[in-house]
């Protein structure tokens, strides 16, 4: 079976994918959809330099769905400062966030994270990619950002990802 997905995470994910975008799980929409899962992970290979090794997959479904809540919720908080708020009381600010996760895949999961979550914006790692360059729209209190940032997202990372 690994023969056949060397990469499942990734199978799973064109598989739903894919029944996703054609809105069908009709026969012949699973096949395509199957039919993608296998054959993608093998053409790609020579571009996944090591697999991911994720300890908790429980822990990342909870950590996907803590995501999708945060992004929901700050969609709202974000039209209510575009729409409130007057443009010279909103205080933008860029913010060095230092980074403990060594996984790349936890380091891309990170930058994804915050750049998916209206209001912030990942814009560089530092080049020994200990440290993230963020920039928030509407960010009084930096310091609380960025330990929310590590508290909320990047704890939960370092128990997910061996």
Sequence with gaps: MRKLFPHPYLSVTLFVAWILLVNSAALGSALVALVLAA?????TAAY?????HIRHPLALARYVALVLWDVLTANIHVARLILF?????????????PVDLQS???????AGT?????????????A???????????????????DDIKSRYEARLKRIFA
């Design 39 to 43: 054959a993608l992970p093998h053409v």
């Design 48 to 52: 996944w330099p090591g697999r991911a």
């Design 85 to 97: 708020t007057p443009a010279d009381q909103l205080q933008s600010a860029w913010i060095s966030v």
């Design 104 to 110: 790349p895949e936890a380091l891309a999961l990170l």
């Design 114 to 126: 915050i750049t998916l979550t209206p209001g912030t914006l990942t814009a560089e790692f530092s």
């Design 128 to 146: 020994d990619s200990k440290t993230l360059l963020i920039h928030a729209l509407h960010a009084p209190d930096p310091d609380a950002i960025r």
